[in-house]
């Protein structure tokens, strides 16, 4: 007889027949509009909480509930609700497997056991409203509960189901771990650092030294200073998601791209200052020979030419 499925082969499938909101093996199987499958006794528990809060709220209308798995929103109603054929029918499969030979079904045992509970991870997270340790892929931090707070306030999917139905929540592995956030800041001091090289080396260059330019040059260089305290507070915050990291990222690029530019401005018009400059003194070169020669003229002796001369030689 061959050899049984390898742990993590099994440890796949055994989550794929799991709810995620009661860890359990699927009962009943229901697809919700957004493609995620839960037992129906969960989602019954999802649209009647969802009409609790509506009439608390004294919502007028069809009350909305939000799927566990990806938050998208669909009518609180059950006729929208589809049965997931495909699972209750493997599901089943495996449950008659173990009446008829348990023996071959090897390490799925508890699959098809509801009262086993299911290997968990290494690292555990406890969730804020129930005080239980629950997998990393159950929890989810509650934006709105963690506001005011030093630390996120994390819930576990029934908890944001009874709890935190209306409440933007993120799950956790969507939040960013320390590592992320240091080597996130980490990358941004250097390129703020080489970036500030550059322009203090390009302004050192520049001709026109003025109030208003050297205005400009403290204003640059001070905006550089604001991001010290900003990238101190996004090293230590809990709370920072992979995609608040991404958001500032681009912020901070905005940023550097928004200086670079003003230094190409600020040498441009230095460039037309000086085309200013080199076009004023042909003109003045110009009209001068033209006085001089009609000065020349007049006494009957040649001028000599002005290009390329500051002033006229005085005879």
């Not at 996120?152 to 320390?178: D, I, R, S």
């Not at 550097?256 to 530019?261: I, S």
Request: net charge neutral.
């Amino acid at each position: 007889m061959a050899s049984g499925p390898s742990s993590s082969n099994t440890k796949q499938r055994n989550n794929a027949m799991n709810c995620s909101v009661c860890f359990e093996v699927f009962t009943d199987p229901l697809i919700l509009k957004c493609g995620h499958t839960f037992c129906k006794k969960c989602t019954d528990s999802l649209i009647r909480c969802a009409k609790e809060n509506a009439q608390q709220q004294y919502h007028y209308g069809t009350p909305t509930i939000a799927c566990p798995e990806c938050r998208a929103e669909m009518p609180a109603d059950g006729k929208y609700l589809v049965k997931n054929f495909r699972l209750a029918d493997i599901i089943n499969h495996f449950n008659l497997s173990l009446e008829t030979d348990p023996k071959d079904v090897g390490a799925t045992v508890w699959v098809a056991n509801p009262p086993s509970p299911p290997s968990r991870a290494s690292i555990e997270i406890l969730c804020n409203s129930c005080n239980e340790m629950y997998d990393p892929k159950h929890i989810f931090c509650c934006s709105w509960c963690s506001s005011g707070g030093q630390e996120p306030f994390f819930a576990c999917g029934t908890c944001c189901v009874k709890k935190h139905q209306q409440h933007p929540l993120t799950p956790y592995e969507q939040m960013a771990t320390p590592e992320e956030r240091e080597k996130f800041v980490n990358d941004v001091m250097s390129m703020l650092l080489d970036t500030s090289n550059n322009l203090q080396a390009d302004f050192g260059e520049s001709v026109r030294i003025t109030p208003e330019y050297q205005n400009l040059k403290n204003k640059i260089r001070d905006s550089f200073n604001f991001w010290n305290p900003v990238l101190n507070n996004l090293r230590t915050n809990p709370k920072l998601t992979k995609q608040a990291i991404e958001d500032h990222g681009n912020i901070i690029d905005y940023f550097l791209n928004l200086c670079e530019d003003t230094i190409s401005q600020v040498k441009r018009i230095e460039q037309k200052h000086a085309d200013d400059l080199i076009a004023l003194r042909a003109t003045f070169s110009h009209k001068v020979d033209d006085a001089f020669n009609k000065f020349g003229q007049s006494l009957n002796v040649p001028m000599p030419s002005t290009s390329g001369v500051a002033a006229p030689s005085g005879k």
